[in-house]
């Protein structure tokens, strides 16, 4: 892992971290905006169950999600995922070949030792591959590993994932990962109806201040201190390690 400079407002430190097969390193928006814009703008599917986007330009993406929410916001910080199986030499400027997508933290608190892994979407072509199961396990290692550890991390008590309750995909990786199902948040996110979204389609009462959105309800996981040093970590190596 080493430290890199760049203009993120995130609480702890932000770290490039890899192994042998991915690298997540600091999203920054003149080199991965167009790259994510371009593997992304097709499938708008990819949004389907975030409340974030799509996008029409990379530039809008920008503004939006790094400008407009990440980049003000301590508890947030954006990756950009690396294929490294894919990239022509471990020098090589990201490309379309190997920008496999994004991957973060975010309501994370100092305060209470605790994140959230979030803002997780992988594009078309590096789907069903190694690359989510890698970039989710390198932001555990860092988020629970102790700071004295071999590996060293921040030493955080909680790590969770939420999911939309209807992203099977989402929940059945969580778990995988060793997350354990915590319960529902019922009726947690207002979601923008009308650009492809999934969400409850039960009719609002009447008088709801934002008659044209939907709802959706999170499953929430959560894998904590505890579960880490108890087989957790072991359990996020063996996969990390797996090649099949």
Same mark, same amino acid.
């Given at each position: 892992?080493?430290?890199?400079? +760049?203009?993120?407002? *995130? ?20 080199? +991965?905006?167009?790259?994510? *814009?371009?593997?992304?703008?097709? +499938?708008? %599917?990819?949004?389907?169950?975030? &409340? ?8 809008? *993406? =920008? ?9 003000? #916001? ?10 490294? =199986? ?11 070949? @190997?920008? !496999? ?5 975010? #309501?994370?608190? &100092?305060? #209470? ?15 069903? =591959? ?18 004295? !550890? ?10 969770? /994932?939420?999911?939309?309750?209807? #992203? ?18 019922? /009726?947690?996110?207002?979601? !923008? ?9 039960? =009719? ?20 904590? /201190?505890?579960? /880490?040093?108890?087989?957790?970590? %072991? ?5 990390? @390690?797996?090649?099949?």
């Amino acid at each position: 892992m080493s430290e890199i400079s +760049h203009d993120a407002n *995130f609480c702890f430190p932000v770290r490039e971290l890899e192994n042998e097969r991915v690298k997540l390193t600091p999203f920054i928006p003149s080199q +991965h905006a167009e790259l994510f *814009f371009q593997g992304s703008a097709a +499938h708008p %599917e990819l949004y389907q169950f975030v &409340p974030i986007g799509p996008y029409s330009s990379a530039e809008e *993406f =920008t503004k939006e999600l790094i400008q407009g929410r990440i980049a003000p #916001n301590p508890g947030m910080v954006l990756y950009a995922i690396i294929d490294k =199986t894919r990239s022509p030499s471990p020098d090589a400027s990201p490309s379309p070949a @190997d920008f !496999a997508g994004v991957i973060g933290y975010m #309501n994370t608190s &100092p305060v #209470n030792l605790s994140t959230e892994i979030g803002f997780v979407i992988i594009l078309p072509l590096f789907q069903r =591959t190694h690359v989510t199961t890698n970039a989710s396990g390198l932001l555990l290692q860092y988020a629970l590993n102790s700071p004295s !550890a071999l590996v060293p991390g921040l030493g955080l008590r909680r790590a969770q /994932w939420q999911a939309n309750e209807a #992203n099977s995909a989402s929940i059945n990786l969580a778990e995988r990962m060793g997350f354990r199902r915590e319960g529902i948040l019922r /009726w947690d996110r207002v979601v !923008a109806g009308g650009r492809g979204k999934i969400g409850d389609t039960v =009719t609002l009462r009447e008088g709801d201040p934002k008659p044209d959105t939907l709802g959706s309800h999170s499953v929430m996981l959560a894998m904590c /201190w505890d579960d /880490w040093e108890e087989g957790g970590r %072991e359990r996020v190596l063996r996969l990390l @390690d797996r090649r099949a």
